[in-house]
Structures are given as structure tokens and as C-alpha cells.
């Protein structure tokens, strides 16, 4: 998407949301452009979180510490090891954590995540990178983390560890989940690709569920339309309403948090 697509459609999503997250599959920090797209939500006064593996951090530390549209970003810090498994964990780390002390310096407002969503209950994983952080920030993180009951830990000023489990792709192949079950796609959020298409959730990477592109309608247009208002208001009633939908196993993480919230004290 170049940036005049782009705030073609910012003009559009600006007055109905209060932040935009700049990534759905994609890496922000990648865009030739990202400079002019991060005046243009300043332009726009919208708030930006963006969420990158890191790699070109060092690149464009200056740019998003000084760019007040950001408010949150966050390193996805189990791509690396997925993606490079041969490659220097430490060499990639320490630029990461450089931004983080260097933001904290500049703009202590700014949040900042480190994301480990490789990890299972007795998952040690990650035990390299969190020596690191504990050595780098002088710490000292708690291991015993339950997931499920803690998905995010503050662990140095604005600097949060974020934790959940591994999760499958939604996809025809994963068996039918049923038809009940809640989630926020379309209830609070919507994904928008490149091509601009609009989708229901940035889980939706395939565009199997076309709501439609804000390239050719507009975005009140999709929001009105009969399908975006039947799967909105099946999730809000508890109903999944799309077949795709029905096929996706993060479903039940939103039916184990109702549950939760429902059992007595």
C-alpha cells in the first residue's frame, strides 16, 4: 500500500477508532515509506501501535521515539528464533533493548511489550532471552507465570513481558469448533490488507472472510452491509455466524476467559 492509498484510507478509519496497529502479517519497519505514513496519522491525530520482529529497529530508532503518534510497540521476540534459529540471539537483542532505555529516556510515556508466545506451562523456551533481559536491565522476572490467568507482566517502568501459547492459523483443515462462541473481531476491531481489503481479524491473513475494500466502497458501506452486521452481532450473542470462523481454534480462548469471569469467588 503506498502512502496515498494509505491516507485515503486513514480519512476514513480515523474518526471511528482511537488507534490503528500497523502490521497484519507484515513488518512495519520493512515499508520504504514509513516515515511519511507515521506524519500522516500525526496529521490525522491518530495513535499508531506498531508490532515488529525488531530486526530493523536500529534503523528507525529515532523516527518512531520521536513520532508521537506511536504509543505502543511491540517486539515479537519468538519470530527471531523461528524465523533465524541459526543466527546470534544476542546481536539481535541488544538494539531492542537499546530502544527500550533510549524511549524510556526520551518518551517515558511511550509502552513498550516484548512478546513470547512460543511459551506453554512448562515451557522453558525462552529461559535465554529472559537471562538476557534480567541481565540487561538489572531484574528480576518471576517465572512462575499460569498462563490463561496472566497474559502480560510489567516487568521495568513501561517495558511489559506479554505471554500466551502457541496458536494455529484459522484454516478449513482445523475440525469445526461449532457454532457458539464469542470473539472481537468485528465486535471492536477489523483488519484491513494492503489490497484494502477489509476482514473481520488480522488472524484472517488469507482474506477467507472479504467484507469488502475500502479501495472501491467505503468504509460506512461495510460496516452497514448485511454480512459485517450478522457476524458482529452473532459474537456479541454468541453465535459464530461464518463457516470460516467455525474453524478457528483461537475461538476458544475468548469462551475459557467468559468461563473464568463466571466462576464464583
Not at 506479554?162 to 482445523?174: A, K, L, M, Q, T
Request: one cysteine or more; hydrophobic letters at 35%; aromatic letters at 10%.
Amino acid at each position: 500500500m503506498d502512502v496515498v492509498e494509505f491516507e485515503g484510507i486513514l480519512k476514513q478509519v480515523a474518526p471511528v477508532t482511537e488507534v490503528i496497529c500497523l502490521h497484519l502479517l507484515g513488518e512495519p519497519l520493512a515499508h520504504p515509506q514509513l516515515q511519511k505514513i507515521l506524519e500522516i496519522c500525526e496529521q490525522y491525530k491518530t495513535l499508531v501501535d506498531l508490532t515488529t520482529n525488531g530486526i530493523l529497529i536500529k534503523k528507525h530508532k529515532d523516527l518512531i521515539i520521536r513520532s508521537n503518534c506511536v504509543r505502543q510497540i511491540n517486539f515479537s521476540l519468538q519470530a527471531f528464533k523461528d524465523n533465524f534459529p541459526d543466527k546470534d540471539l544476542e546481536s539481535y537483542l541488544l538494539p531492542i533493548f537499546d530502544f527500550v532505555k533510549s524511549a524510556h529516556e526520551s518518551r517515558p510515556e511511550l509502552y513498550t511489550n516484548f512478546r513470547l508466545w512460543n511459551q506453554e506451562s512448562n515451557d522453558s523456551d525462552n529461559e535465554t532471552e529472559l537471562r538476557k533481559i534480567e541481565s540487561f536491565f538489572n531484574i528480576t522476572i518471576n517465572r512462575n507465570i499460569e498462563l490463561g490467568a496472566i497474559k502480560s507482566k510489567k516487568i521495568w517502568n513501561r517495558l511489559y513481558l506479554n505471554f500466551d501459547s502457541r496458536f494455529e492459523w484459522p484454516s478449513y483443515s482445523i475440525p469445526n469448533q461449532g457454532t457458539k462462541g464469542r470473539c472481537h473481531g468485528t465486535t471492536n476491531h477489523i483488519g484491513i490488507h494492503a489490497d484494502g481489503t477489509v476482514v473481520p481479524c488480522c488472524l484472517d491473513k488469507n482474506a477467507n472472510i472479504n467484507l469488502g475494500n475500502l479501495k472501491e466502497q467505503s468504509l460506512n458501506n461495510i460496516l452497514e452491509s448485511d454480512r459485517f452486521k450478522n457476524m458482529r452481532d452473532g459474537f456479541l450473542n454468541g453465535i459464530i455466524v461464518e463457516d470460516f470462523c467455525q474453524h478457528c481454534s483461537f475461538i476458544k480462548r475468548f469462551s475459557k476467559n467468559d468461563k473464568a469471569q463466571k466462576m464464583p469467588k
